[in-house]
């Protein structure tokens, strides 16, 4: 299932401004090789203990060490939303008796 574009199509003769893209008129994203939308990332710069770099670049194998360090920050965050819930719920189970 996709999903409806819900960016402004622009005329060629129409500039596409900085403005545009910063009040959302136009996303810039980055294609893969077949052709999908690639998700969003962002640069930062982060310090990290050397023992982390180390076990994540162990890890990568054939993969970037970046990434399996991305993944585990979202996998944290998916956990965190999963307690979340299951609190709630407990919570809600408990006053019901």
Do not use: C, W
Not at 32 to 47: D, M
Not at 66 to 80: F, P, V
């Amino acid at each position: 299932m996709s999903k409806k574009s819900t960016s402004t199509t622009f005329d060629e003769d129409t500039p596409i401004t900085q403005t545009d893209i910063k009040n959302g008129k136009l996303v810039l994203r980055k294609r893969g090789t077949n052709g999908a939308v690639l998700p969003y990332k962002q640069r930062v710069n982060i310090y990290l203990d050397s023992e982390i770099i180390e076990h994540f670049k162990t890890l990568a194998g054939n993969r970037g060490y970046q990434t399996l360090i991305n993944d585990a920050l979202k996998q944290s965050l998916q956990a965190q939303s999963i307690e979340a819930t299951i609190k709630k719920t407990i919570r809600e189970e408990m006053r019901r008796h």
